[in-house]
């Protein structure tokens, strides 16, 4: 897993405990009621991160169809609190990093 996909996990991880954090501390008031206004303004950006960063610590990479049946067969199925599934198949990828090359 490169540095990129690492850090958007982090990054994923931290802004949902905040996104938590912050939900709380707004609804059972346990701070002044303006801090807690403005702390509310943050939960949907801090939880938008968060899905962003389980987005890349979930999605996989399979060699076929087959592969990918068996993973999720095999795998996913074995779970039992999992009770259905939605997959996103990527036909071709014209670029997988981040960098952008300035010409």
Known sequence: MNSYLKSWIRIGSISGLLGLC??????F?????????????????????????LY??????????RALADLMKNQFGKISSITSTKTTIVLETLKETSDIKII
């Open 22 to 27: 912050f939900y709380f501390l707004a609804v």
């Open 29 to 53: 008031h346990l701070i002044p009621y303006e801090i807690s206004r403005l702390i509310a303004f943050f939960i949907g950006p801090l939880l938008v991160i968060a899905f962003l960063g």
């Open 56 to 65: 890349n610590l979930i999605k996989v990479r399979v060699a076929n169809n």
